[in-house]
């Protein structure tokens, strides 16, 4: 599980698993460029991300930690909006 956060306000912006789409996983700069340069949430310009901004969870950590389930969740809800509006015309 690969999980990427907002430096300003820490929320997670993006968050990658294993297995979720064909597209591998993505690096700090694509997942920056996928959201436009800036924060969904606190709308800060997203600095360019360094590794350091990634975190990698192993799946039991991430399913002990309940509210990191709670967030990952609802961000993977907004991946999928997302991806709905983008395959339209
Ligand atoms: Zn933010």
Do not use: H, W
């Not at 990698?56 to 509006?85: A, C, F, G, H, T």
């Amino acid at each position: 599980m690969i999980v990427y956060r907002c430096s300003k306000c820490g929320k997670i912006i993006y968050a990658y698993y294993y297995g979720k789409d064909f597209l591998g996983v993505p690096t700090p700069s694509e997942v920056r460029a996928m959201l436009g340069g800036i924060c969904p949430y606190c709308k800060k310009p997203l600095k360019k991300p360094t590794l350091e901004d990634v975190k990698i969870y192993p799946r039991e950590e991430v399913l002990k930690n309940k509210k990191l389930v709670m967030e990952l969740q609802r961000i993977s809800k907004q991946q999928i909006q997302v991806l709905d509006q983008s395959s339209k015309p």
